[in-house]
């Protein structure tokens, strides 16, 4: 049915089910229209969930009556939600006359306080794309909006997950790597590794890779980029472990607009059920946006003070930037360096409020091996105990040890898209 489940003839095994990531809403434009100050707040705070990161979304007063008046001299948004307190017998009249201001591509979903039956079936002629009874959540709108510009019969898209250090050197492309290849070998499950750090990566190395290609040629490439252009820059590191691997040369520097990584995370979730983002030690706009929009962060530190510090910074401001995300998970790395005062993993981790994932043991011998071959871990000490926090660390961010999505939101009623073209 989609890519989460493989072709059985590359398989001997069917892989293991995993979450899909969440799909963005396309740019659209939303026009709302209230009557009261606490549902324009709640349509407003819905912008900050980041599947509405490419909506155009603005707040009017006046209900049903102000959207009218506004669309018998302005063209019509691609969505517009009307708030009406409207006696339920009133309402498709109102409805009528604002079909005859509309586009007959224009969308609408109707906030009311009726959760009437009757009324329902009346939306359903009159042709309302959805009707949400209030008070709702803003989780709710959201997914309302979703459902409604998601292509019919799309397919599931792959889940992104970003690993990203509080401290240079805590080791987080290491624990990325080694997490996809955990995913790939333990679910079967197809993973690309993108490595964002351009100037410096490391998935080349240690995949023992050096395709010349790679992920500089999709971004330099601006809109030209496609999936069978995308599909040629990468490279196969392993069964089930794609690359597309950084350039790390210094002959020009990489400076990114906000967006740029975007539609190549985009077009890898479209074939790809895990999508691992490599993502640098640094701050700026691009990586602040990738942050943003990620299904799971897992910021890697090690047991001391500068990176308790970063790592507190980091997670309270991926926290306001996806409030209504679940916060960012913690993988306290290189613990047990020799004559290193630590801070103790479980403190470590309550004091950023973060799920701690995982605890990985400083070995030298280990990592250096490893490292110097172009090898995972998995590779040269498969009975390592490590490996199983690498596991661990994969079921998790793919979703493996979450209770399932349950049903729509409550107070939700899906109906038909609104209205026929204006006479």
Avoid at 212 to 238: E, F, I, W, Y
Avoid at 274 to 286: E, F, G, Q, R
Avoid at 399 to 416: E, I
């Amino acid at each position: 049915m989609s890519f989460l489940s493989p072709d059985p003839k590359k398989s001997e095994e069917a892989a293991a089910e995993i979450a899909g990531g969440a799909r963005l809403i396309p740019r659209i434009t939303i026009q709302a229209f209230c009557e009261h100050s606490q549902t324009a707040q709640l349509v407003e705070s819905a912008i900050h969930d980041r599947r509405m990161s490419k909506v155009a979304l603005t707040t009017h007063n006046g209900g049903l009556e102000g959207a009218i008046e506004t669309y018998k001299a302005n063209p019509t948004p691609n969505l517009i939600m009307v708030e009406t307190t409207l006696p339920p017998a009133d309402i498709p009249a109102a409805l009528a006359r604002l079909a005859d201001v509309c586009d007959a591509s224009t969308r609408l979903i109707l906030l009311g306080h009726v959760n009437d039956v009757l009324l329902y079936r009346e939306l359903i002629r009159s042709g309302v794309s959805e009707y949400i009874v209030l008070p709702a959540t803003a989780q709710t709108i959201v997914t309302a909006i979703t459902e409604l510009f998601a292509a019919e019969g799309a397919a599931p898209i792959g889940r992104t997950v970003g690993f990203v250090a509080a401290k240079g050197g805590a080791g987080a492309s290491t624990v990325a790597h080694n997490v996809a290849w955990a995913i790939a070998q333990t679910l079967r499950q197809d993973s690309l590794i993108l490595d964002m750090d351009l100037a410096f990566g490391t998935a080349g190395l240690n995949f023992n890779q050096d395709p010349p290609h790679g992920l500089a040629d999709a971004v330099l490439a601006n809109q030209k980029v496609d999936q069978t252009m995308l599909d040629r820059l990468m490279s196969k590191a392993a069964n089930h472990i794609n690359l597309l691997t950084a350039p790390v040369t210094l002959d020009r520097t990489y400076d990114f607009e906000e967006r740029e990584f975007e539609q190549i995370v985009e077009l890898s979730q479209s074939t790809m059920p895990v999508v691992v983002l490599d993502i640098p030690h640094a701050w700026n706009s691009w990586i602040r946006h990738t942050l943003a929009t990620l299904d799971e962060v897992v910021i890697v530190a090690e047991p001391d003070l500068a990176n308790l510090r970063n790592a507190k910074n980091l997670a309270d401001t991926i926290k306001a930037l996806r409030p209504s995300e679940a916060a960012p998970s913690i993988v306290i790395n290189k613990l047990g360096l020799p004559r290193r005062p630590e801070i103790g993993a479980t403190e470590f981790a309550s004091s950023i409020e973060c799920q701690l994932l995982g605890q990985i043991p400083f070995d030298a011998a280990l990592f250096g091996t490893a490292a110097n071959n172009g090898q995972m871990i998995a590779e040269i000490a498969a009975n390592n105990k490590i490996n199983e926090i690498y596991r661990a660390i994969g079921m998790h961010v793919t979703g493996r040890q979450a209770a399932p999505a349950g049903g729509k939101a409550s107070g939700l009623m899906k109906l038909p898209s609104f209205l026929k073209k204006r006479a």
